[in-house]
Structures are given as C-alpha cells and as structure tokens.
C-alpha cells in the first residue's frame, strides 16, 4: 500500500523555469574559469603536465607518468581526454584545449542531474496528492518544476565552482557519477523501445567511473543501484502489468552484469588501489584527532551549503516514502560519496560527487517548504552573495585606483609584485551579472505567481554571480596568486634555455609548471644524468647530500613564489660539466 505524500502541490505552483533563463544560469556558470586564465596549483597543472607528456611519442597511454613518476592520480580516462584535446586542437594553447572535454564534461553534469532528478520525480510515490475536485498538479509539470529546482540546488552548492572548472580526474568523477545517477533514475520511466539512452549511460557512467580513479565507488553503485532495483521490483504493486516487470528484471540483469564488468575491467588494468584513511588516523594526540574531525565537519557544512539542510528536510518529510526510488537512490548515491570522503584522504573531491544526488534530495524539499522557511533561505541569501559581491567589487576598485587604501595596501601585501590591469571585456560582463542580480532580486521580491522552484532562484543566481565577478574581475590577480607561472619563470630566467634541467625533490606540479610556464627540458636527477643545471625544492634540501656530489654544483639563487614564501626553489649550476652527478651518502646538507 502506498504512503501518503507529503507533497500537496497546485497546477498554478508547478510552471517550469523558463529555459532561456536556465540556460542563461548554466552558461554563465560554465564558462567563467574554463576560460582566460592558466593551469592552477596544484592538481590542476599536475594533471595537466601529464596530458601534455601522453602526447609526446613513446608514452604510456595505460600507465599515465610525468617525468616517469606517477603523480597519485589513480586515473586513465581524465588524462587520455586532455590529452587526444591537444592532438585535435593544435591550433589552441594546450593548456586552453585541454579545458574543452572538461567544460562538456560539466555541461553533461548539469544536463544529466536535470533528466535524473525529473525521472525521480516521475516516480508514482513523488506525485503530489490528488485533490478531491481536481486542480492537483500535472505529472510532467510538476517533474519539470522539481528538476528545475534540482539544477538551480546544485549550481548553488558552494564546494562545486573551484572544483568543477578544474581540469583534474575529480571532474570526470563528477561527471560520470551524474551520468549513472541519471540512467539509473530513469530506466523504470523509460518504455522498451526506449531504454537504450540509460543503458548507454549507465555502461558510461560506471565504466567512465572506474577509469576515473575510482572503481571502487562505481562497484559500490553499482551493487547499491541492483539493490534499489530489486526493492523496486519486490515492492511494486501486485497488478503492475507484466511488461512492466519483464522490463525490471531486465534491467536488473543489466545492472549485475555492468556491475561484474567494471569489477573485471578494473581487475585487467590494475586500477584496483584499496587506501582506506580515517580522519584523525595518523594524528599524534587526542586533540590533532579532534581537530581532523572538527575540520571534516566544517567541509561537510559549508561544501554541500545549501543543499544538506534541504536535503535533511526531505528525508524527514518523505520518511514514509524512504524506500521509494526517488528517495532511496539519491540517498544511496549521496551516502556513497560521504562515506568516501571518510576514508580518503582526498577528502574535498570525494564530497564534490555527493552533490549532485544531494541537489535531487533538496529538490524534493520544494514542495513541502513552508513560507517562513522560504523566505528565511531568500533573505540570508540576499545578505550573504550581496555582501560578498559587493566586496569583490570594492578590493577590484581599489586595486585600479588605490582607493579605498587599507583593501589595496591587502592586496598589496599578498601578492608583491601583482600589477593590475583593466580588461573591457571582463568589466562589461561583471557588470551585467551585477544588473542580472538586481533585476533578480525585484522579480524574487515582487508580486508574481508562485512557483517551487522559486527558493532556490537566489541562492543559485548569487552563487553564480560570485563566481563570475571572481573569473572576470579578479582573475588576473588569482592567476598571479594561484598560478606556478612567476615561480617558474623566476627559475628560467638563471638557466640556459638551451640546456637541460636536473630536479631533485621536485613534486609533479612544480615539475608541470616548470615544463609548461618555463619551457624548461627537464630530467629527474640521477647518477647517470649530467644537465648542467639542478633545481631542488627547498622541501629535500637536507636530503640533497645523498643524491649528488655537492662539490660538483655552485648554489645560484633561492626563488621564491610571490605568494607563498613557503614554496622556494634552490637553482645549482654544474662547476665541473664533465662529471656527472654522483651518489654521495656521507655529504652534509647544503646552506642557502
């Protein structure tokens, strides 16, 4: 016997965001950060320094290195999509072309959680209440409204701008799980005829998933979604007709076998890496443990903000409807990321798959808002993206003009040697989006028809207006701040670029960086190498003694980065070009 909803909905609250304006929110969410500006520290420009080494000839497409070291990615696909974009895109900088199949694979996060979260609510248990003279609202409408919702929950979800606009495996991740959340939201919803666009995607999905880095999470879907189906089909009502049921069991046998395909594809390329690290594990007393934890638990409120509180709200108001589809596989799929973000160490990227289903659950939300709940989310949404722009705007107007002084005396300080430019193109566009606000901000506040999606229209719009105003507005001065580029071309400059550069010490960022913004030939140091030049990261300076025959290199330079005097290089030049670098275990640590 079905629950009674908790949904009691009208056609009139049901109308559907108009598309151009979705389409407008998403565009505008999509391109700022993908465009205009470089790799960043510190998975950014590493995975992006192993795309351009796939592309040299002789590289291992099945074991993806830099400088034949692997950089801690536990990924093939990420890497081979950056690096056949650079391959099809010689006319572009690699390091723009390589953002292509990322900005699709965005895109396709987006579309795919929109299809995911209407075929949920497709779901006989999601439909609102039936009135007894009619007036209810319309299935199809009223999924169209609840998938709305669900878009504009996850494109406010502060932890997915940084993330998501980064060309690193965390993105692909996202992508693929979205794509296996959506065909396994919408194959019961789909006819026979039908069922080759879930399919299809849920093969991609849990393959992409597997060959991402994680194959271990998408086994887990996989085995979790053959459950959800089998709770689906045991408790499905007696006269369902049997179409219906041949197409559940089919599906069913679908689900096992993609599932047993991953586990078997995973096994053949080695992919299987089973690291699992608690938080607090390694700390050397009680309190750094509780400090791990307490950090946790900060992410894990503001990463997935605003969609946990929602997402909290639906599981107590449709808690008679937990084993439903439209509750249990969100939750099934959300509760797999947070539990991977508890026992990774990567622990950020982990959570940025769990935000999708979560947008699902806060979709689900909508319906059941009562207005004081509504209006208490549009006002601290107000407050809060008002205040941020509006400081964004003053620190930019005070890096152009010197007023007001203390905000750019800030930016001076923290980044020394930061020198501002104006840019037209990103001053027209902060100032649309700061308009778009306004305009949104009298049409959310003003007298017009109702609508469920309608809570969640400023925390979306604010979240991408921030984000806009930082990839336009700031973006020369996060590019300086973030970027590897003046570190690395500081260290170019002390060395002959016609000649080779040994590293010691030297991370896979740093490496990357080095290659790409100081187009320098780099080898990694070893007995046999004899470049005439060594870079060290300040990091292994003490361990330097037992690599090479200090005797043989004469100290240059310490460069540091502007902005963190924390990351320093030490450049070395060979003094006898004769003799290379020899192992010397008993050779004190070098000074500066």
Not at 8 to 32: D, E, G, H, K
Not at 424 to 429: D, M, T, Y
Request: some cysteine; proline content about 7%; glycine content about 6%.
């Amino acid at each position: 016997m079905n629950k009674p909803s908790p949904a009691i909905i009208a056609q009139s609250a049901v109308r559907r965001l108009p598309r151009w304006a979705l389409l407008l929110f998403c565009v505008a969410y999509i391109v700022p950060g993908f465009v205009g500006r470089g790799p960043w520290k510190n998975e950014d420009i590493a995975a992006f320094g192993v795309m351009r080494e796939l592309t040299s000839s002789g590289a291992n497409w099945l074991q993806p290195q830099l400088l034949g070291q692997f950089t801690g990615f536990d990924a093939l696909l990420p890497y081979w999509l950056g690096a056949l974009a650079i391959k099809l895109l010689p006319f572009l900088d690699s390091a723009a072309a390589v953002r292509f199949p990322y900005m699709l694979l965005l895109t396709m996060t987006l579309l795919t959680a929109w299809y995911a979260v209407y075929y949920l609510a497709r779901s006989p248990q999601a439909q609102p209440v039936a009135f007894a003279f009619g007036g209810e609202a319309n299935p199809v409408d009223y999924a169209r409204a609840i998938a709305d919702g669900g878009v504009l929950a996850l494109i406010a979800s502060l932890g997915l701008a940084q993330f998501s606009h980064e060309t690193t495996p965390a993105l692909a991740q996202l992508g693929f799980t979205s794509l296996a959340f959506y065909a396994m939201a919408a194959s019961p919803y789909r006819p026979a005829t039908r069922i080759a666009g879930p399919a299809v995607g849920l093969v991609i999905g849990l393959a992409g998933l597997a060959l991402s880095g994680a194959p271990t999470l998408a086994l887990l879907l996989g085995l979790g979604g053959t459950a959800v189906e089998w709770m689906h089909a045991r408790y499905s009502p007696s006269d369902a007709d049997r179409g219906s049921k041949r197409h559940s069991r089919h599906w069913l046998m679908l689900l096992a076998g993609m599932t047993l395909t991953v586990a078997l594809l995973s096994s053949v390329l080695d992919l299987w890496r089973w690291r699992i690290e608690l938080p607090g594990a390694e700390a050397q007393s009680v309190q750094d443990a509780w400090n791990d934890w307490k950090s946790l638990g900060r992410l894990l409120l503001w990463f997935t903000w605003p969609a946990w509180p929602l997402a909290l709200w639906t599981l107590w108001r449709w808690r008679r409807q937990l084993r439903s589809r439209h509750v249990a596989l969100p939750l099934l799929f959300a509760g797999m990321a947070v539990c991977s973000t508890l026992t990774t160490a990567a622990s950020d990227r982990s959570l940025l798959l769990s935000l999708p289903p979560l947008a699902a659950l806060a979709a689900f939300a909508l319906p059941t808002l009562q207005r004081s709940v509504a209006s208490l989310i549009d006002w601290f949404t107000l407050l809060f993206f008002t205040t941020c722009a509006l400081a964004i705007w003053v620190i930019w107007i005070a890096m152009q003009t010197g007023i007001p002084r203390q905000p750019a005396a800030n930016v001076a300080k923290l980044a020394p040697g930061f020198e501002p430019g104006f840019s037209l193109i990103a001053f027209v566009a902060a100032v649309a989006a700061t308009l778009a606000w306004a305009w949104l901000v009298r049409w959310r506040t003003g007298a017009h028809r109702a609508a469920i999606w309608k809570s969640l229209v400023l925390p979306a719009g604010g979240a991408t207006l921030c984000w806009l105003l930082l990839m336009t507005l700031w973006m020369p001065l996060l590019d300086y701040a973030r970027s590897l580029g003046p570190l690395s071309r500081q260290v170019a400059s002390l060395v002959d670029p016609r000649s080779c550069v040994e590293i010691y010490g030297v991370g896979s960022a740093h490496a990357a960086a080095l290659q790409y913004h100081g187009q320098l030939q780099l080898r990694q140091s070893t007995p046999q190498a004899s470049c005439p030049y060594l870079v060290v990261d300040v990091s292994a300076q003490a361990r330097l003694g037992s690599a090479v025959n200090l005797p043989d290199w004469a100290f240059l330079a310490t460069v540091r980065k502007p902005t963190d005097k924390s990351e320093n290089m030490l450049v070395y030049k060979r003094v006898n070009l004769n003799s290379p670098a020899r192992p010397l275990p008993s050779a004190p640590p070098p000074g500066p």
